[in-house]
């Protein structure tokens, strides 16, 4: 008997243990996976940078990163999200503990004899009526008084992991719902960069365009007075004043960019749009660029991924508990406290009442509803099997993508410094050969508008530089020191 009773024992705590759902492995996902990135250097597997931004030497720009951290709108709501989740998960593991209330009941009935099976009414007064005054006869009736003071209890067992499985699912929408947090933190990060860049570049482009404005005007007046004098063709002057204008409108141009880009800037800082914001007064130097580690530590260090494996996660324990809905359930119920019809007797002992129940539920039909539930838990699972995947081939696409073109960046931004110098020099030439009668007035144009262009694309390639530096950070993962790391998998669950 002793024997029998241990090994129900066993199999009732065997009953409520949850294995933890396992995630495809990278082999799985991608077809020849490699050991390294690609496009990284082969001894590049150090330690990912935790605040990126700092390398920089910005201290502006960490200013604002930092700031954005803690009051930008997406990064509040991400953090009341989590919160949300951490307490649906307590909800759920709530289910696995006893429910006890406790209850208060008052009541005042009135019956008659006749509702009781009985035919007697009240007497007759002299004169007729009723003692009540009542011109009838009436039926004898009586009020009772009830009370009782309870302590109700009641009890699921999980025989089976059901309440285990979603207690368990629950809590890796909270872990994963924290590691959404921590991209929306690093991907606001990235955003305050990649806008305080493309600031301090569109001011740059205002002062290139001022200079060229100034350069011109001079150029214009020079033409208008050998115009004027009749050294010059007079369509000359009029070429001149023209492009002049054109120089004009286009620093108007970059100057509403500069509007545009200061007031987005605010918005993410959280600061009132007035369009003052300091920056730095030239883009900075590119800094090394970042370790690239190893395309499986993208798995345990990316927080979309993490989130992803967590969602993955989740929706196999809703699986399982699906399942085991199928099976019987026990339910225990009982009830402990006083019953009187005087309210005085609720703390009198010899009162006191009891009742224990017990139930064994077993579906038998429900029209496919159950079936139907592990079907579509199945179906979910399959879906966050393939997100997960999704995730992590768009992750390691970012980062060879990010590895790949820094070269090409790094060539496009020399060659079109070259060029600007170039330009710089082709301007002066060209208007000494004007001057000398050796050349037509167009020609100065020409080299004019191309010294602008290339002075402005070479501006633009070093922002892209910059913004493709600031993709290699956020896609290697790199983000805040104070945000710790959460567990990728919910903690063990009690037996």
């Not at 959280?270 to 530590?297: F, K, N």
Request: aromatic share 6%; charged share 20%; net charge negative.
């Amino acid at each position: 008997m002793l024997r029998r009773t241990a090994l129900l024992v066993a199999l009732l705590l065997g009953g409520c243990t949850v294995g933890t759902p396992a995630a495809p492995e990278l082999g799985a996902i991608v077809a020849d996976p490699r050991e390294r990135f690609v496009a990284a250097e082969p001894a590049d597997a150090a330690p990912i940078v935790d605040a990126w931004w700092t390398r920089f030497e910005d201290p502006l720009l960490s200013e604002y990163v930092e700031r954005a951290g803690v009051h930008n709108p997406s990064i509040l709501q991400a953090v009341a999200r989590v919160e949300q989740a951490r307490a649906q998960a307590r909800v759920a593991r709530a289910d696995l503990y006893p429910q006890i209330s406790g209850r208060f009941n008052a009541s005042r009935q009135r019956q008659n004899l006749a509702g009781l099976g009985f035919s007697e009414i009240l007497p007759t007064a002299p004169g007729g009526g009723t003692p009540d005054g009542g011109g009838e006869d009436e039926v004898a009736s009586f009020v009772t008084d009830s009370f009782s003071l309870n302590a109700n209890v009641s009890w699921e067992l999980d025989l089976w992991g059901r309440i285990s499985a979603q207690s368990a699912a629950a809590r890796a929408d909270f872990l994963a719902s924290a590691e959404n947090l921590r991209a929306v933190r690093q991907s606001i990060a990235a955003q305050v960069a990649r806008s305080y860049f493309n600031l301090v570049e569109a001011r740059q482009q205002v002062e290139v365009s001022r200079a060229m404005v100034a350069a011109l005007a001079e150029i214009a007046r020079q033409v208008g007075n050998r115009v004027d004098v009749g050294v010059a063709a007079p369509g000359d002057k009029a070429l001149a004043f023209a492009n002049l204008d054109q120089a004009r409108a286009g620093l108007s141009q970059r100057r509403e960019a500069v509007e545009r880009a200061t007031r987005g800037f605010d918005a993410l800082i959280r600061a009132y749009p007035d369009g003052e914001v300091a920056t730095a007064d030239a883009l900075p130097e590119i800094p090394p660029p970042p370790p690239a580690g190893l395309p499986a530590g993208l798995l345990a260090r990316r927080p979309d991924i993490r989130a992803a494996r967590l969602n993955l996660i989740a929706a196999g324990y809703r699986e399982a508990a699906a399942e085991r809905a199928l099976l019987p359930g026990i339910n225990l119920t009982g009830s402990a406290g006083t019953s009187s019809s005087e309210l005085s007797n609720l703390l009198d002992g010899n009162f006191f009442v009891w009742s224990i129940a017990g139930a064994i539920l077993q579906p038998i039909f429900q029209g496919g509803r159950l079936r139907a539930q592990v079907e579509a838990a199945e179906g979910r699972q399959a879906e966050a099997v393939e997100a997960y995947a999704e995730t992590v081939l768009q992750a390691l696409s970012e980062v060879e993508t990010a590895l790949a073109v820094e070269e090409e960046l790094a060539t496009r931004q020399l060659a079109l410094g070259a060029a600007a110098e170039a330009a710089e020099s082709a301007v002066a030439i060209s208007f000494n050969r004007y001057l000398a009668g050796l050349d037509p007035f167009i020609t100065v144009l020409q080299s004019q508008q191309t010294a602008l262009d290339a002075s402005s694309a070479y501006l633009a390639a070093r922002r892209a530089r910059m913004e493709n530096r600031i993709d290699l950070h956020l896609a290697l993962g790199g983000g805040f020191e104070d945000a710790a790391p959460a567990p990728t998998q919910p903690e063990p669950l009690p037996q």
